[in-house]
């Protein structure tokens, strides 16, 4: 079945560090990648995404490529700050049916000044 | 745009009654919603999928009398958890696609349920 896989964390991190966040995954077809981030206290959000092999989603900095040929969709940033601190989870969704979207269990990060 | 609120946002509720939680979308029309629960530190555990019109459709393991959802019109969806215990507190979220079919789901800000 299909099924997403993240680096466990916390992660924790000095401000201007670079992050990278790593996230396999495992589907038939052609699934859509996803990061979605979570503030303290607060619903999801997309972050960024990938439709196709070798995209690139990127927003605020963060960046992250679909990789077909290593199933990865790693989340990296050049220099976090600590607003940045948050749960973040991949995602993918499956082709067919209502587009369900399959969670990693999620990373999260701490970010110190 | 794409905001979906949920209501309450936090409830505490007696074991043995039944609480509604509401999900709209307030900017765009959804033909689907998606109810999720998370665990405390847990990823998200998709519940079921609800669609405007017709049955919700449960994922395996999750008990459709128990955790009841109607998806009456476009901008509104509902999670009735009926006859809550203390085993169903959680932090219960959703999720909106909207009309144009594109894959991005637009989440709520959680509700959290705590059953005494």
């Known amino acids: 079945g299909n099924s997403v896989t993240q680096m466990e964390g916390p992660v924790t991190l000095s401000e201007e560090a670079f992050l990278t966040i790593n996230c396999t995954y495992t589907a038939t077809g052609y699934p859509s990648l996803f990061w979605y981030v979570q503030y303290p206290g607060e619903g999801l959000q997309l972050l960024l995404k990938a439709t196709k092999a070798d995209d690139k989603g990127s927003n605020k900095g963060f960046e992250a490529t679909y990789r077909k040929e290593t199933t990865s969709f790693h989340l990296e940033k050049g220099s976090v700050q600590v607003s940045d601190s948050a749960v973040y989870f991949c995602a993918l969704s499956a082709t067919g049916g209502y587009n369900k979207l399959i969670f990693g269990a999620g990373t999260r990060l701490a970010v110190h000044p | 745009g794409a905001v979906v609120s949920q209501h309450p946002s936090r409830v505490i509720c007696k074991s043995g009654t039944s609480v509604k939680i509401e999900c709209r979308s307030l900017?765009?029309?959804?033909?689907?919603m998606f109810w999720y629960r998370q665990f405390p530190k847990k990823s998200l555990m998709l519940m079921a999928t609800?669609?405007?019109?017709?049955?919700?459709?449960?994922e395996q393991g999750v008990e459709k009398d128990k955790f009841l959802i109607n998806h009456a019109s476009l901008t509104l969806s509902t999670l009735t958890v009926t006859s809550a215990h203390p085993e169903d507190s959680s932090f219960y979220i959703c999720?909106?696609?909207?009309?144009?079919?594109?894959?991005?789901?637009?989440f709520g800000p959680g509700t959290r349920l705590l059953v005494l």
């Open positions: 609800s669609n405007e019109g017709s049955k919700a459709t449960y």
């Open positions: 900017d765009f029309q959804a033909t689907t």
């Open positions: 999720s909106a696609r909207d009309l144009g079919g594109r894959e991005t789901q637009y």
